[in-house]
C-alpha cells in the first residue's frame, strides 16, 4: 500500500550494520514512520518504534503494536520502561527507530528541531551505533492535520540513509553531564539535517528551532 500512495527513492540501507542499532530520523508527518520501517523492513531488518502509549489502548491498533513488539512510550512520565524495553531489543541486535524531536517538526519551514537527549542516553547504556536518517515527501500526501492522504498526484517518499555517528569522544567520558548529551544529540541532529537539505532545497536556519521556547 506504502508504493501506491508514493514513489520511492531511498539510498544507503548498504550503510545499515547488521548489529542492533538506533535509527534517528527528522519528523515531518504522521505517515512518515511507515515509510521508514518499510525501508528498513526491505533491508531485512524487523523495524522497532518508540511510539505513545494512546496508540496501545486503541482496541485493534494497540494489539498490533503489542505483538509486533513496539515499545510504548508515556510522555507525561517517566521513560524508564520503555528506555528498558529498546535496551532488550538492541541486545537482540534489534532495529530501534527514534525521532529525536520528539513529535513532528514545528519548524515553520519543517527543518529539524531541537532533538531530546534520549536518543543518546539509549546509545550510551548499550552502545548502539547511531545512524542518521534524513528523509522527505512524506508531509505532501499526509500534510499536518491531514486525516485523509492526499493520493493525487503521486508524490517521492525520499529517505537518505547516512553513516554511523561518531561519537566516541562521548563514550570515552568517565562522567557525562547534560551538557555532553545536548551536544551529541546536536551532532546527531546536524547530521539529520545535512542528509535533509538536498532533498528538500534551500539553506539550514543558523538556529535550531525549539518547540520548548517556540521559536
Not at 534551500?202 to 535550531?208: A, I, N, Q, S
Amino acid at each position: 500500500m506504502n508504493m501506491l500512495l508514493m514513489r520511492r527513492d531511498w539510498q544507503g540501507q548498504e550503510k545499515l550494520p547488521d548489529s542492533g542499532m538506533i535509527l534517528a530520523a527528522n519528523h515531518i508527518s504522521h505517515l512518515d514512520p511507515l515509510y521508514v520501517a518499510h525501508m528498513v523492513y526491505s533491508s531485512g531488518r524487523i523495524p522497532h518504534f518508540l511510539a505513545k502509549k494512546e496508540l496501545f489502548e486503541a482496541p485493534v491498533i494497540g494489539k498490533a503494536l503489542t505483538w509486533m513488539k513496539q515499545i510504548p512510550v508515556d510522555r507525561a512520565g517517566r521513560s524508564v520502561d520503555s528506555l528498558t524495553m529498546a535496551e532488550e531489543v538492541l541486545g537482540e541486535n534489534g532495529v530501534i527507530i527514534i525521532y529525536p524531536e520528539g513529535t513532528t517538526t514545528k519548524d515553520p519551514d519543517m527543518w529539524p528541531m531541537v532533538g531530546r537527549l534520549g536518543m543518546i542516553r539509549l546509545a550510551l547504556s548499550t552502545g548502539a551505533p547511531v545512524i542518521p536518517v534524513g528523509q522527505w515527501g512524506v508531509h505532501e500526501t499526509l500534510p499536518k492535520g491531514a486525516k485523509v492522504p492526499k493520493v493525487f498526484p503521486r508524490r517521492t517518499s525520499a529517505i537518505r540513509v547516512g553513516t554511523e555517528s561518531d561519537l566516541e569522544w562521548l563514550r570515552a567520558m568517565e562522567h557525562v553531564t547534560t551538557k555532553d548529551l545536548a551536544a551529541a544529540t546536536e551532532q546527531v541532529m546536524g547530521e539529520i539535517t545535512d542528509l535533509m537539505a538536498p532533498l528538500r532545497g534551500g539553506t539550514p536556519p543558523e538556529k535550531r528551532y525549539n518547540p520548548a521556547q517556540k521559536r
